[in-house]
């Protein structure tokens, strides 16, 4: 399954998220929880669910009369996925801009802290003075704004 091109919406994050902190869960506990969070209702829970198993991203087994739903992909795979797509959707220019202020408004540990300061220090002596824009010729707006 090549689930790099998935697309995933906010409702299916939160179907997921259920099923990643679980390991694994019957329909039954997926819609509970879902409904003590969100009030949605049954119907629309099982359309999400069914969504993701036709995706690729849950596999479904009975037992007995309970649906049991497994994620086929990591949550930490489906993180790096997501956000490699949506960094590719950017502007090259956008995207230390963006990083800086992810890391601004993100709560991260000392640790995490020291390993973005290492990945940082490795990719300093190689860096580029400034990042080509890799946007349409004279098309962005971004790069028009950083001329002047």
Known sequence: MDVSDINISPA????????WTLGSAGSTEIIHILQ???QWS??????????QVQKGLLTTTRQGR????????AEKKMLE???????NNLCDMQKGH???ELAQQSPLSKTD???LIAVLQQKLPNAPDKVACNCLPQQCQ??????H
């Open 66 to 73: 309970r649906f049991i739903y497994t994620a086929t992909i």
């Open 81 to 87: 996925l997501a956000a490699a797509n949506f960094f």
């Open 12 to 19: 299916e994050w939160e179907v997921m998220r259920i099923v």
């Open 142 to 147: 971004y790069c028009a704004q950083e001329e």
């Open 36 to 38: 003590q969070q969100k």
């Open 113 to 115: 802290i020291q390993q």
């Open 98 to 100: 963006l990083l800086i």
């Open 42 to 51: 049954e119907s629309t829970i099982k359309t999400l669910l069914r969504r």
